[in-house]
């Protein structure tokens, strides 16, 4: 779990410090001068759309704390835009004062905001990356799919109801490799999405296997208990043919797959990555799976051609999520060179975390195709 300070206290906090924001902006909101002569009513009315505001923030992790801060946001910009463009006078003044709509342009900025956020959400994309290597693969060729995040939870992007939809996606790929890179589940995650998922995944076909490390989540439960434990999870998992990798790695049609534990999860007690392959670099394709985007050079050091990991979501939610990923993981998103022969890939996730919405990076599956080269 969360310490009470992260998990009750600081959210409370930021609810009462935006509500205090909100409430002097709406005090500005022309209307009100009507109510002028009534004080009751030209503080209460204000007071009152905060509280209703405040009723749809009330959840640390839901959708209405989000959507409220993206409210305060755009009426703290256009605060410091309104000063500016007063200083400046003239047809500066003018033009922002019809832009601005006496205060309305952040609400509908907001919905805009929503709207697409929703629709980014929902769209769940290939991303697919061409890669070569010198080293011997079989057949001369490996195509690797990659989820990540899932999160599946009806309020999120993913659910059982599109399981049709990636069930398609990724068949699409002909994975010879399907790796699952962490928080496939969550304490959210109720016991028809895992026995779905999980059914799912015993169905998918990847000739040389199906590997799972897991995530922060997945175990290590933040906010409640879950639907599920360990045993379920590895008897699920053992059931759909997919192997759960903790600090070990295994040899697969001449192509080398390890799997950390997760360094949260573990609270960094793990193996390191020159415990995990002793003997270095070889002539082994070396796909090494790390939830969170760490140790790169490390990893690489150690043997790893290509290091796939998750949990940055992307981002998800701009500034927010970009600025928090960014000061605890080496890449947000996408794909980064390693040294001279290692490639690190960042996925977006396959779902979303807390609510059906994303304004940075995208909902995605990974495709990557690696060609032999002489």
């Known amino acids: 779990m969360y310490h009470p300070f992260f998990q009750l206290f600081l959210p409370r906090v930021g609810q009462a410090a935006l509500a205090v924001v909100l409430y002097l902006n709406f005090l500005q909101i022309p209307p009100l ?32 704390i989000v ?38 342009t952040p609400w509908l900025l907001t919905g805009l905001v929503w709207w697409w956020g929703r629709h980014r959400a929902r769209r769940l994309c290939t991303t697919r990356y061409h890669l070569t290597t010198q080293k011997p693969l079989p057949g001369g060729k490996l195509t690797i799919v990659q989820v990540s995040d899932l999160h599946p939870n009806p309020r999120a992007a993913m659910h059982s109801g599109r399981i049709p939809e990636l069930r398609a ?35 998918l076909q990847a000739p040389l296997g199906k590997y799972y490390v897991l995530g922060n989540h997945d175990l290590f ?8 434990d360990r045993a379920a999870l590895e008897q699920a998992m053992a059931k759909a043919g997919v192997r759960i990798l903790e600090d070990t790695d295994v040899l697969t049609g001449g192509v080398r797959v390890v799997g950390r534990k997760d360094y949260l999860y573990t609270n960094g007690r793990r193996f390191t990555a020159a415990q995990l392959l002793p003997e270095g670099p070889d002539d082994h394709y070396t796909v090494w799976l790390d939830h969170e985007p760490r140790d790169f050079k490390k990893a690489a050091a150690a043997g790893a051609d290509l290091i796939l990991s998750g949990h940055t979501h992307g981002g998800q939610v701009w500034p927010a999520g970009a600025v928090g990923m960014a000061a605890r993981n080496e890449r947000n998103y996408g794909k980064r060179q390693v040294g001279a022969g290692c490639t690190a890939i960042v996925s977006g996730g396959t779902g979303t975390w807390g609510y059906r919405l994303r304004t940075q990076g995208k909902t995605e599956i990974v495709c990557i195709t690696v060609e032999q080269k002489a």
């Open 67 to 104: 959507l409220v801060g993206y409210l305060t946001a755009l009426y703290c910009l256009g605060n410091l835009t309104g000063v500016a463009a007063r200083l400046l006078g003239g047809p500066a003044w003018r033009v922002w004062r019809v832009l601005w709509l006496d205060g309305m």
């Open 221 to 228: 439960h933040h906010w409640r208990e879950p639907s599920f």
């Open 169 to 203: 996606k990724i068949e699409a790929c002909c994975p010879d490799l399907l790796v699952f890179t962490g928080d496939i589940f969550d304490e959210f995650t109720e016991p028809e999405e895992f026995a779905a998922f999980t059914t799912l995944f015993g169905e």
């Open 33 to 64: 001068e009507w109510l002028a002569p009534w004080p009751l009513l030209y503080y209460g009315v204000p007071l009152l759309l905060v509280a209703l505001l405040a009723w749809f923030a009330r959840d640390p992790l839901g959708l209405g």
